[in-house]
């Protein structure tokens, strides 16, 4: 066990993400009380059934008093009516995070709700899965993946080592980046692949009504990577496209560039365009390897490890 870090947090949003933090928090002892707040009252119900906060709070703004750090864990989309509705509760001196998969949009919803006497230092650990809600989290969810810290303009350093010192006890290993990079990055490694996922997915669906159900039946290791990802909370990504418009674009044009010309050397033969390609391709991943980056989540299921 640690020593607090903080002795009051407060996690408004109780799905997967805030859950996992939680049943983290207690295994290192990062906090003295943890308060939560979700919005509806069914969540609220099952995070006191399942022990999930030390208080679950009927209000936000409820859930935020007196709390040394609030950590806003709702979809990126409601970010901002979020910070806008605890903005009068919060402790001067107490430190702002969220967990939102999309920085610079979070930033520019939040930051102009917070009153000056507080400190916002947005974060995003890189680690997640494709269930969602109260019941889907566990302790060992963050271990040993990132957390990235986006410190904006004036982030009091103090804050912002706190909060990592914060993020390593839950298990993290933590980064700094800035908001329009990290958009761009998450882009590329997170969110058009998930669009891709989904694509694919619904390809599958519509030829399955011509092939019967055989594409599911005889669906290949490769194709139910894509239906776990596909499977990710409808919110949460409709969110993600939303917020980081931009970068996704951009990612999803030269994804689109690169599949024609693909396709182009499907349709000429040129078997030499594919290999070169795929060879390519496969030293990529022999490099994350070879680097010991390959740190994909092991795929615990929903309520399958210990919560303690
Ligand atoms: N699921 C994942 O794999 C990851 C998600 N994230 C980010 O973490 C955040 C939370 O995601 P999850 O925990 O997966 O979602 P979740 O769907 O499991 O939980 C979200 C919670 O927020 C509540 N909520 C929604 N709108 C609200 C509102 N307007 N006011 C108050 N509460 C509201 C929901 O009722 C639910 O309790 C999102 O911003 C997401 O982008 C970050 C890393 C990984
Ligand atoms: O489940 C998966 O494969 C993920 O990619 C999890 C994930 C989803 C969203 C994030 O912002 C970070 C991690």
């Known amino acids: 066990m640690s020593t607090p870090i903080y002795d009051r947090v407060a996690l408004i949003g109780l799905g997967l993400i805030a859950s996992s933090m939680f049943w983290a928090i207690k295994r290192a002892g990062l906090a003295g009380e943890v308060t ?42 409601a970010m901002g009516k979020v910070a806008a509705e605890i903005a009068p509760a919060l402790k001067s001196g107490a430190t702002v995070s969220d967990v939102g ?23 995003h650990p890189l680690a997640g899965t494709e269930h969602s809600g109260p019941e889907s989290g566990f302790a060992e969810l963050f271990d040993n993946r990132w957390c990235l810290l986006v410190p904006v303009e004036n982030s009091d350093p103090a804050a ?11 298990g993290a290993n933590v980064d700094e980046m800035e908001a329009d990079h990290h958009d761009l990055v998450l882009a590329v490694t997170s969110h058009a692949p998930h669009l891709i996922a989904y694509t694919m997915v619904g390809v599958a669906d519509d030829l399955r009504r011509v092939t019967d159900s055989e594409v599911i039946k005889y669906s290949a290791a490769g194709f139910r990577d894509f239906t776990r990802i596909a ?8 969110d993600v496209f939303l917020s980081n418009k931009d970068a996704t674009l951009e990612i999803l044009g030269r994804f689109t560039e690169e599949l024609f010309a693909l396709q182009r ?4 033969g040129d078997g030499q365009h594919l290999f070169d390609y795929f060879t390519r391709t496969r030293a990529i991943r022999r490099g994350i390897i070879d680097a010991g980056q390959d740190t994909a989540a092991p795929d615990f299921g929903r309520g399958a490890t210990p919560k303690t």
């Open 231 to 238: 499977a990710s909370d409808p919110t949460m990504w409709r």
């Open 36 to 77: 939560g707040y979700a919005r509806s009252e069914e969540t609220r119900h099952t995070a006191r059934r399942i022990g999930l906060c030390d208080r679950v709070c009927d209000s936000a703004i409820e859930a935020v008093e007196g709390a040394d750090l609030v950590v806003l864990c709702v979809p990126v989309g």
């Open 265 to 268: 050397a499907i349709r000429t």
């Open 101 to 123: 998969s999309v920085k610079r949009h979070v930033i520019e919803a939040v930051s102009p709700h917070l009153p000056e006497n507080v400190h916002f230092v947005p974060a």
């Open 160 to 170: 912002v080592a706190r909060l990592r010192q914060f993020w390593q006890g839950i």
